[in-house]
């Protein structure tokens, strides 16, 4: 995060600030006011009602009653099992892999800059065309994995992946994965390049292994990035959206079926918009919930620091 | 002079980096194969490995069979509005974000925040109604609108890490004629800020170009369709060869792949000035 | 300070969003201004192949005919055709006309977004075929059918041990087994939740080949009745002969028809045209699906009015357009192997190059519509609780009755709120 450095703000003279910042403001909170406030409210509201899509100008008022459906079905209860382990393990995936591959980037080779340009291939690709071609390479008859396994001599008969109950969710969790990590790669291999090689090299010649120099002076200096990182992977993966639902609509038998794929399934072919827009809140509920257990630390962590 | 042990310890780490790289790599190379392969080879055993030299025809039956050609234009427009429009709207506040202590400061911050958390799906309907009323469906202004009002958030918050990283007192020397506030944001901070406006452009820029959500509820006409539209209607289709499919994939793909190397390493570089370190 | 003089940049910016945003005004505007009235008309059938380019030129043909009215086909991939259209029908919008499925046109007919046609079409007139039954509501229809398919047993004789099709479920079963092997499946269906439509498609024949239905005509839900349940202990034993390609989508499946790498399939009608039409020298054969009974499930696709249409006379012009014998006769035959609205002869020369579609011709009478009798418009979330089940049987190793016992309680009370 920016160190607001005392000194570094351009108020000088007290009282010069005047309209200038809340008129700088307006355009973008009317915007987001419009675009993102709004439709929030209608859908806190909806999450009240009993309304179709199909007429949804009419709502009915039902108070907590979805709410309190949602609670009650077991079925509820997977779907906040499913969104936990997909975004658990995308984080974890994504930093660690992000981490390892920056390290890696981080070493002296030859190639190392067309290698970093590289690595960041799967980031650029649309989320619509990665589902298709993944969908394709996970074919349990023809797919290019199915071949390598058999070939391997892993499989016996064919098990299929996204139509199988349990492989589904390690199949889109791989494709995710493959997509994200080379976002926190370059973000982490940026965060290392600032790391200070004076103190590296202290630590060196004070005769500390590679290890200990990573937890002593590395770690330390990466770690608000990768804080960070962490945060926005884990709300971007309660958002993601586009890959599940083409890869697998959420199936077999809920085993992908994360709150968003819910909401979608709920609100387009149960037309049920009431019942959508609660759990759309359930899930807002939770990123903010995230979010304010992760400032919380990270206040402590800075007063700590003494910042 | 080398040593034996480094050289051993630099192949392993080729080795490591090059099983990376085609990794990564491998899921469009894998597009590129299939769209080359004959309709009839789909289903060999064992699978072709190579693209099929001979196929590159697929690729001009497919303009000529699907209107590809149109989509990708409106994925580019959406694509190009939503990054002019988003750095447009995101510079002034990620200014008074970093320069100004203002009352409501939180406010914005927060705001901007929160904003991240909200899953396209969830917003669709009532934006619907919204879009109906503003006469805005159906139209890639719409897209474009829509689109802004996720990436603004993020942007502004990048740029505003960039301009903590920019001294104050270069904008009192610069202007020491007394510029408009704005004016020196424009003349003076802008410029310095390059790479990260660079590195934004290039994230409001995907969001456009892979947008899929909105694309396909807010707008239904054929003509008007985006490139994620038209290729995700193939999934489920009858009668639409793979080959076909994938090749429009590739042809989805590629752009965005290009336009990313040849910008990214201002992506690196902007996305982390002042707004990681320490 | 002045915070609100124009910068080049911001002048630039706002000044191509002003033009876009003129130009996207002004265009919609010019089509309103044009003399001809343009209607939209949204079928998924425009896009596909051959028969997509066929459909559009049949209702150039009606363009032609007409001087003061245009219809404009709108291609829409069928997976998402439903939930754009009542997403924009819901926000007052959408196309004017629309070929629905059938489980559709119930949810729209109830939420009054279709126009009922009794009083602008005369019925009576015209010799119905017999699925018309399935569109009449409270005794009003609110649609015609365009495209009536029935579902019956493809296969490639060629890939089949003794060249003959199964009569009965166990050589069905034992057909399937012989025919796979070396690259080659016996049979294919749909078993996952990303095809859901489809998959409750696959389930409905082999049930209702059983005898079973999901609702029985007192309105009480028999999803656990013994007749379904031996539907699904079917299905699940088609699943474990490994003749199927598990996973594979209908798209995959159909094309490995055509490239000869499947035996059989149990398809609805317009399929096989698309196959006679995309592989010729395939050799293609139809046989009544080999269960119990021959009832199978239908497709029902009608044709309907948008109740947010402005274009009301026009749209009814368009639809009696379509009824005429000779548009009916030109529309049935781009179809392929599916009925229209009203009864048309085929030529004897087609049923001599295409002697399966006297198979599906003759099915009519048997074929059931995939829907929850008495409980339609609820059928999507019906059917989302039953397929979930269903697949845990087929793939979590549940117990076929408790699985459908299951089903029934969780429709009763979650769905139904009984």
């Known amino acids: ?307 | 002079m080398k040593t034996t042990t480094l050289d051993w310890r630099q192949a392993i780490l080729m080795i490591v980096i090059l099983g990376m790289l085609g990794i990564t790599a491998f899921p469009i190379y894998w597009m590129l194969v299939t769209s080359t392969t004959a309709s009839t080879d789909l289903f060999a055993s064992p699978p072709h490995l190579l693209p099929g030299l001979s196929q590159w025809h697929v690729f001009r039956e497919v303009f000529n069979t699907t209107d590809v050609g149109r989509w990708l234009l409106n994925s580019a427009i959406v694509a190009v509005g939503t990054t002019v429009l988003s750095l447009l709207l995101a510079v002034l506040p990620a200014y008074a974000l970093s320069r100004f202590r203002f009352a409501g400061i939180a406010i914005v911050g927060l705001a901007l925040f929160v904003t991240q958390m909200l899953p396209e799906a969830m917003l669709v309907v009532p934006l619907y109604a919204i879009f109906g009323q503003l006469s805005l469906l159906n139209t890639l202004t719409g897209l474009i609108l829509v689109n802004t009002a996720f990436t603004v958030p993020v942007i502004t918050w990048i740029l505003k890490g960039a301009i903590d990283g920019v001294p104050v007192d270069i904008e009192e020397a610069a202007c020491m004629d007394g510029c408009s506030r704005i004016g020196t944001v424009f003349i003076v901070v802008i410029p310095l800020i390059a790479p990260t406006l660079a590195a934004t452009a290039v994230i409001a820029f995907f969001h456009g170009w892979n947008e899929y959500v909105f694309a396909q509820t807010l707008v239904s006409a054929p003509e008007l369709h985006t490139a994620s539209v038209g290729l995700a209607g193939f999934v489920g289709e009858l009668s639409t060869p793979l080959h076909s499919v994938m090749a429009i994939g590739l042809m989805y793909t590629l752009p965005a792949v290009f336009f990313y190397l040849l910008v990214q390493r201002y992506v690196v570089a902007g996305m982390t000035a002042g707004s990681v370190k320490g | 300070m002045t915070t609100h003089s124009r910068f080049p940049r911001l002048s630039v910016g706002a000044r191509a969003l002003g033009a876009a945003t003129v130009f996207a005004l002004t265009l919609s505007g010019a089509v309103h201004a044009q003399a001809k009235e343009t209607l939209s008309f949204a079928s998924a059938t425009f896009a596909e192949a051959g028969r997509g380019d066929k459909l559009k030129l049949w209702v150039e043909k009606f363009n032609k005919s007409q001087s003061a009215i245009e219809v404009q086909p709108l291609a829409m991939p069928f997976s998402t055709l439903a939930k754009t259209v009542f997403t924009q029908m819901g926000g007052g919008a959408g196309p004017d006309l629309v070929r629905f499925d059938l489980i559709d046109y119930y949810a729209a007919a109830q939420a009054q977004r279709i126009l009922p046609l009794d009083a602008d079409i005369k019925f009576s007139d015209y010799t119905l075929t017999e699925p018309n039954k399935y569109l009449v509501i409270d005794n009003k229809r609110y649609g015609v059918p365009f495209e009536i398919s029935n579902y019956q047993l493809i296969y490639n004789p060629q890939l089949l041990k003794g060249g003959k099709p199964p009569a009965n479920f166990d050589e069905f079963l034992a057909a399937a087994k012989a025919a796979t092997g070396d690259q080659v499946f016996g049979f294919a269906y749909r078993a996952t939740m990303a095809e859901s439509n489809g998959f409750w498609q696959d389930l409905c024949n082999f049930v209702y080949g059983f005898g079973g239905r999901w609702s029985d005509d007192a309105g009480k839900l028999t999803i656990n009745s013994p007749k379904v349940v031996e539907g699904v202990i079917a299905y699940k034993q088609m699943y474990d002969a490994g003749a199927t390609p598990k996973g594979a989508d209908a798209a995959t499946y159909r094309r490995m028809f055509w490239e000869k790498k499947l035996a059989m399939e149990i398809d609805n009608g317009g399929v096989a045209g698309i196959f006679s039409q995309q592989a010729p020298d395939l050799p293609l054969q139809a046989a009544p699906s080999p269960f119990p009974t021959r009832a199978q499930g239908l497709i029902l696709a009608p044709l309907v009015i948008n109740s947010n249409t402005k274009h009301k006379e026009a749209a009814v012009t368009f639809v009696k357009w379509m009824m005429q014998p000779e548009n009916q006769k030109d529309l049935q035959s781009i179809l392929g192997a599916a009925n229209v609205a009203t009864v048309v002869e085929r030529s004897p020369e087609e049923l001599k190059a295409r002697p399966w579609m006297k198979v599906y011709d003759d099915q009519s009478p048997n074929s059931v519509p995939q829907l929850v009798k008495g409980f339609e418009a609820r059928t999507p979330e019906i059917q989302q609780v039953i397929l979930e089940q269903v697949l845990r049987v087929l793939q979590g190793g549940a117990e076929p009755q408790k699985a459908m016992d299951q089903a029934q309680r969780l429709v009763s009370t979650r769905v139904l709120r009984k």
């Open chain 1, 1 to 307: 995060m920016a160190a607001n450095k005392p000194g570094k703000t351009a108020q000088g003279a007290a009282g010069r600030v005047g309209w200038a910042p809340y008129l700088f403001c307006a355009p973008v909170m009317l915007y987001l006011l419009v675009f993102q406030a709004y439709p929030l409210l209608q859908e806190l509201y909806l999450s009240f009602t009993q309304t179709s899509l199909l007429s949804p100008g009419q709502h009915d008022w039902v108070g907590l009653r979805n709410y309190a459906d949602l609670f009650e079905q077991e079925e509820f209860s997977q779907v906040l099992i499913v969104t936990l382990v997909y975004t658990v393990a995308c984080v974890v995936c994504a930093i660690g892999i992000g981490l390892g591959t920056a390290l890696l980037l981080n070493m002296p080779f030859r190639g190392r800059g067309i290698a970093r340009s590289l690595i960041t291939i799967p980031w650029a690709a649309p989320p619509v065309a990665v589902a298709l071609i993944f969908i394709w390479m996970f074919n349990g008859q023809y797919g290019v994995l199915q071949h390598l396994m058999n070939f391997l001599g892993l499989s016996a008969g064919m098990e299929g992946w996204l139509d199988n109950p349990s492989r589904a969710l390690p199949a889109i969790l791989v494709t995710t994965v493959w997509q994200i990590f080379p976002f926190t790669s370059v973000v982490i291999l940026s965060a290392l390049q600032g790391v200070s090689t004076d103190l590296r090299e202290a630590a060196v010649i004070d005769g500390a292994d590679r290890l200990s120099v990573f937890g002593a002076v590395v770690w330390p200096a990466i770690k608000p990035t990768v804080m960070l990182l962490t945060l926005f992977i884990t709300i971007w993966s309660l958002r993601r959206f586009d890959l599940i639902w083409l890869m697998t609509q959420g199936g077999p038998i809920g085993s992908t079926n994360t709150l968003v794929i819910e909401l979608y399934r709920r609100a387009f072919t149960y037309r049920e918009l009431g019942e959508a827009a609660a759990v759309g809140m359930v899930g807002l509920s939770l990123a903010l919930a995230i979010t304010v257990v992760y400032f919380r630390l990270t206040l402590r962590a800075e007063r700590a620091a003494g910042h």
